[in-house]
């Protein structure tokens, strides 16, 4: 006796809405006790938002989506939020670039980002 089954595989959108969505919940989930007086409570949903649809692009142009999910976290680092929640949208957009960018791509970000790391020090 035979059985056919079928095995449901999902499409790019609907993968990359789940990297979104997820990044967008780890990124609201982060305590909010060392955060700076100025800033207001609720301004952690249009951040963790706009980390969560940068990754919505991150398979067309995955070094843009690097750099502004790095912009986003850079700043929440910046204010007060815990660094585990604002690099998480930054990790998975340098996943997204050695991943589906092109070699010179990633050579370029690397070499970007051993420049800073250097200036930094």
Do not use: H, K, N
Not at 2 to 15: E, F, K, Q, S
Not at 20 to 41: I, N
Request: proline share 5%; net charge positive.
């Amino acid at each position: 006796m035979m059985v056919a089954v079928r095995v449901w595989t999902p499409g790019r959108l609907a993968v990359d809405a789940a990297v979104g969505v997820a990044a967008a919940l780890v990124t609201a989930s982060g305590s909010w006790d060392s955060v700076a007086q100025w800033l207001p409570r609720g301004v952690i949903v249009p951040l963790a938002l706009g980390q969560g649809l940068f990754l919505l692009a991150r398979r067309r142009v995955p070094l843009v989506v690097l750099a502004a999910a790095t912009l986003l976290g850079v700043f929440m680092l910046a204010v007060g939020y815990p660094d585990g929640t604002a690099i998480f949208a930054p990790c998975c957009a340098a996943y997204a670039l050695a991943f589906y960018g092109r070699g010179a791509e990633l050579a370029r970000a690397l070499r970007g980002t051993a420049a800073v790391l250097v200036a930094a020090v």
